[in-house]
């Protein structure tokens, strides 16, 4: 009996090694996001540059969205040419660019813009954070300056309100 036991441990863990690369694969989710003339990104080319960056993801249809924008604009006008940037990514995705596009424009978003093509940032939430992103707008990321994930915020996030919390992190 203890012989069979034995023999079947071995047939499954065998199994599940065979499986590994399998599963393993699904791990390297892709983060790839793009810009509007479709070249491609990844928000690691925006970290670790000396300053704080707040990505701010968004949707064309987001009514909150289109209130916190401006927010973001002025925090990132004021703040750019010295402690801290924004990045914008819009959860339009490729199908959805000329309303993501028009919304860029009405808001005069000075910042950077990344559209989702539908996965990538599920999976720069779920690396950054190990918990997976419901996919609500806007989200909020706020990255110290040595690329280091601080702050996330699920709703609107006001230039007062990140002003506030870099000057208190800066102090400590």
Do not use: Q
Request: hydrophobic share 45%; glycine share 8%.
């Amino acid at each position: 009996m203890m012989h069979l036991r034995l023999n079947l441990l071995r047939a499954l863990l065998v199994a599940m090694l065979a499986l590994l690369p399998i599963f393993g694969s699904f791990a390297l989710a892709d983060e790839t996001l793009y810009d509007f003339e479709g070249g491609s990104h990844t928000l690691d080319e925006y970290l670790g540059k000396g300053k704080w960056l707040v990505v701010t993801v968004w949707a064309s249809d987001c009514a909150i969205c289109e209130r916190e924008i401006p927010e973001m604009v002025a925090f990132h006008d004021t703040h750019s040419d010295k402690d801290a940037n924004v990045l914008g990514i819009s959860m339009d995705g490729p199908a959805r660019k000329s309303e993501a596009r028009t919304f860029v424009e009405r808001h005069r978003i000075s910042f950077p813009n990344l559209l989702d093509g539908g996965r990538a940032f599920r999976a720069i939430y779920l690396r950054a954070t190990g918990r997976p992103w419901f996919g609500g707008t806007p989200m909020n990321l706020v990255y110290a300056p040595d690329g280091k994930l601080v702050v996330r915020r699920i709703g609107p996030l006001a230039k007062a309100e990140i002003e506030a919390f870099i000057e208190k992190e800066t102090k400590n």
